[in-house]
């Protein structure tokens, strides 16, 4: 009982820190510094905010290490669900991390270029530019690619919390929807030319339920984990 309350705490807390961070290193940190369309005030905001942009790049690194450890805890919580199906989502998590572990190094790619001597040395400044915003562009590509795997994740998640008996199917649902969303969205940005015609709806698709979905989750994680007593749990 005391067990299975620790990994509901493990759970709420690592789910916490992922929304944490990624909020500050996605939505404040590279927002706000990269402008895609304009190189020279990209390579300006990432000199004059290089702490921050570090602070981002730790963020992400925290993101990957919370994700390993879900990848465990939700296997334990959900292999009384389903054993194989709990075993291949948290895999499919894993599988996610490891891709955006790949990606980072793009990131600190960008990193070495505003801050090596050896690049301040040899290229101009121009040349700087163009190869901050392509390994930006690689990052995102990347990422995309390991989201494929974090929407097949949250397919399995989705289907493993409906089933389950402990959590309200509602939550179940709305992570179901997400990673449908997530898989349209991956696809839709290397299948479609103009995808930028319809990039708000399918960021609207993802974020809505994705978001609602997973804070749901996590809410009740940690209010089960810590503040209520389950015999079910």
């Known amino acids: 009982?005391?067990?299975?309350?620790?990994?509901?705490?493990?759970?709420?807390?690592?789910?916490?820190?992922?929304?944490?961070?990624?909020?500050?290193?996605?939505?404040y940190v590279l927002e706000n510094l990269f402008v895609l369309g304009n190189a020279e005030a990209t390579l300006n905001n990432i000199?004059?905010?290089e702490m921050l942009f570090r602070y981002g790049i730790a963020g992400f690194i925290l993101m990957v290490i919370f994700d390993l450890l879900l990848a465990w805890t939700f296997?334990?919580?959900?292999?009384?669900?389903?054993?194989?199906?709990?075993?291949?989502?948290?895999?499919l998590r894993l599988v996610n991390a490891a891709i955006f572990g790949v990606a980072l190094f793009k990131l600190i790619n960008v990193l070495q270029i505003i801050t090596d001597s050896n690049y301040k040395n040899i290229f101009d400044k121009n040349i700087k530019e163009a190869q901050i915003m392509i390994s930006y562009l690689d990052f995102n590509n990347i990422w995309l690619i390991g989201l494929l795997?974090?929407?097949?994740?949250?397919?399995?998640?989705?289907?493993?919390?409906y089933k389950s008996k402990f959590i309200p199917k509602f939550i179940g649902i709305l992570l179901f929807i997400a990673g449908l969303g997530y898989l349209v969205d991956s696809f839709a940005h290397f299948l479609l030319a103009n995808y930028d015609s319809y990039k708000e709806i399918f960021e609207l698709i993802v974020i809505l339920p994705g978001v609602i979905g997973e804070l749901s989750f996590t809410i009740w994680l940690l209010i089960n984990g810590f503040f209520i007593r389950k015999k079910n749990t």
């Open 1 to 27: 009982m005391e067990s299975m309350k620790n990994i509901l705490r493990l759970s709420g807390l690592g789910y916490l820190v992922i929304f944490l961070t990624g909020f500050f290193s996605n939505f």
């Open 47 to 49: 000199i004059e905010n």
């Open 75 to 91: 296997y334990i919580l959900f292999r009384q669900v389903s054993d194989k199906l709990s075993l291949l989502s948290s895999w």
């Open 149 to 161: 795997f974090f929407g097949l994740h949250l397919l399995l998640l989705g289907y493993l919390i």
